[in-house]
C-alpha cells in the first residue's frame, strides 16, 4: 500500500494516532454545536480577546437597559406635560374678563372647574410609575404634593390654602374694609396714609389731576402719605386719580370725577358750597371707591399675593400671615410668622427636592461610559406652580349674584382672577426657567440624547459580536474540510497500523 506522505503526514505512534483521534472527536463536537471550544481554556490565548468583549456586550446591554428604563419614564412624563398644557390652556380661555356668561353662567361653573382641573394637575403632578414618583426631582419614594383636600382644607392642626388666604385677606383688607389706609379732611385738605410699615393693604403709589382746581402731594415717607388740597372749587367733569400698588405686585387706580348734584355713579363726588365741602364729599367718595376696590380687586390680589407665599416655587418657603397679638386679630397683621412656626402649623404642599433651579439634575442615568442624561423634575418649578397658583385662587372665589349691587362686585372679582390668569398662564411665559413648555423641551433633548446613543450602541453591539463570533464560532465548511483530511490521515494511519503489526518472522519467511 502506497501512501503519500508529504501530503497525509502520518504519526509516527499510538499516541499520533490517538491525537488525530482526539481532533477528530473535537472536529465533530465544533460540527455539531459551531463552537470552536466548549469552554475558555479550550480557547487558548483568544479567550483574552472573548472575555474583553463579552463584558463591552454585557457593558452595552446594561446601558440599553438604562436607556429603556428613562424612555419610559420620560414619555409618562410626557403625557403629563400634555395634560398639563391642556389645563393651561382650558384655564386660560375659560375664565375672559367680561364675559360672564348667559344668567352669569360663568361665575357660577368657574370656582368649580377649577377645583376639578387642580385635583386633576394634583394627580398628574404626584403620577409615579412602578413606584418611582416622577415630579419630586430625586425624593422618588413618595408622592410629592398633599391631596387636594389636604391642600386646600388642611390636615389636623395644619391650616391648608383657604384658611392662609382667609387670614391674608383680613391682613389686606383691614376691619374697616379700606385697604389698610387712613383718610381724613382737614379743611379744603384730604389726607390719604397707610396705617403702618407692613407687607399688607393698598400702598400709595401716586395721586394726579390735570385740574389746577387741586393742589397735590405725592405719596413720601414709610408709612407713606398723601394729600389732595382743594385749593379752588373744580368745574363740572374735572377729575383726579389715586394710583395704588396691590399685594400681588399689580397697581390699580382710581379715579374720582367732580360734579354739580347728587353723585350718580361710583367714584363721584359733589361740588360743595365751599372748598372744605368739596374736599368732604372727595374723602367720602374716594372712602366708598376704596371698600369697592378692596372687595374686588384687593381681594383678588390678596388671594394671588397668599397663593405665592403658600405655594412656594424653587429656592422659597412657605409664608404665612402672623396675626397680631395685640388684637388678637389678623386684621392689624405687620409681618409673617418665622419659618419654623409655619412649619408646624401649616400644611406644606410640596413635599419633593427643591434643586433651587437645577430640577433637570436632581435624576441622572448614565447611559454610556462617558454619558449621562438628567431628567428630573420637581413639581415647584415655575410652571407648575403657576397653574398649581391660579387654579387654587379661582376653586376659592364665590360669585354671589342676588341682586345688582352684588352682581356688579362679583364681575369685578371675575374680571380680576380672569387677569390675573391670561398673565399667569400666558404663553409669554413660556420663556421663564421652568415653565412648562421649557421643561418638555429639555426632556425631549434627553430623549433625542438617548435615541442617538442606543443607535450608537446597537452598532457597536453589532461589531462585538461579529468579534464574538469570529472567536467562538466554527465555520462548518472549514470543520468539514479539517474533518476529511482527518479522516483520511486517520485511515491512513489505521491501514499502516494494520499492516505493521502483520510483520511477523513467520509472515516474513512466506
Known sequence: MNINNSMYPLPASWTGVNNLQQ???????????GLKANNLADMGTARFTDLTVRATVSRLSGYDQNIKTVNLRVDTMNQVLTSLTSVNSASRTASTAGVYGTNNLNLASAPGVAQQQLDQVIN????????HYLFGGGSTD???????????????????FKTVAAQRLQADQG??????????TTGDTTTVAEDGAHPFGFKLASVSSASTAFTLT???????????????QPAVGDNLTVGLKLPDGTTDNITLKAVA??????????????????????????QSRLQTEGQTTLAVASNYAASVNFFNGQGQGVQRVAIDTATSSYYNAT?????????????????????????????TTKVDDATNVSYGSEADEFGYTQLVRSLAVQSIQT?????????????????AVANGQETNLSALNDSTPGSIAGITVDLGLAQTTLKNISDRHTAYSAQMQGILSDAESADPSEVTSALLEIQTRLSASYSATSIISQLQLANYLK
Open 399 to 415: 360669585y354671589p349674584t342676588t341682586d345688582d349691587a352684588t352682581s356688579a362686585i362679583s364681575r369685578a372679582k371675575f374680571d
Open 23 to 33: 481532533q477528530f472527536n473535537d472536529l465533530q463536537t465544533q460540527l455539531a454545536t
Open 142 to 160: 413618595h408622592a410629592p404634593l398633599a391631596t387636594y383636600d389636604v391642600m386646600m382644607n388642611g390636615s389636623g392642626t395644619l391650616a391648608g
Open 124 to 131: 398628574n403632578l404626584n403620577t409615579d410609575l412602578n413606584g
Open 175 to 184: 376691619a374697616d374694609g379700606l385697604g389698610r389706609l387712613t383718610l381724613s
Open 218 to 232: 405725592q405719596p413720601t415717607g414709610s408709612p407713606a402719605s398723601m394729600s389732595v388740597q382743594v385749593a379752588t
Open 335 to 363: 409681618g409673617y410668622e418665622s419659618a419654623a412656626q409655619t412649619a408646624s402649623d401649616t400644611v406644606q404642599w410640596y413635599t419633593g427636592q427643591d434643586s433651587n433651579g437645577a430640577a433637570r439634575n436632581s435624576v
Open 261 to 286: 348734584g347728587t353723585p350718580a355713579n361710583p367714584g363721584e363726588f359733589q361740588i360743595g358750597a365751599t372748598t372744605s365741602d368739596t374736599a368732604t364729599n372727595l374723602q367720602a367718595a374716594l
